[in-house]
């Protein structure tokens, strides 16, 4: 292997290590952490990474969903107290 094909083939290697970088996270309530790991073991082969991007995912998406609920009510509390005021104007 000559000198270009070894650098070449160390920063793949490095790129690579990259796409992996460890997480640490510190202070995890006991059942909460039970309960991840056991999440991540039913539902995704021990793969700690996918079911936290799993769960961070769900968690937008629920965010989301309670935007668009709220935004709902509010419009249907203004309908209502439309009806309410057209009600009493008759």
Excluded: H, W
């Excluded at 961070?56 to 309410?84: C, G, P, S, Y």
Aim: proline residues 2%; glycine residues 4%; aromatic residues 14%.
């Amino acid at each position: 292997m000559n000198g270009n094909d070894k650098t070449k083939q160390i920063r793949q290697l490095r790129e690579e290590l990259t796409l992996f970088r460890p997480l640490n996270i510190s202070r995890v309530p006991v059942n909460a952490y039970n309960e991840f790991v056991e999440f991540a073991y039913k539902e995704f082969a021990d793969d700690y990474g996918m079911c936290l991007k799993a769960i961070f995912d769900n968690f937008k998406r629920a965010e989301q969903l309670e935007k668009l609920l709220f935004n709902f009510n509010v419009k249907f509390k203004k309908l209502e107290e439309k009806i309410e005021e057209l009600e009493k104007g008759e």
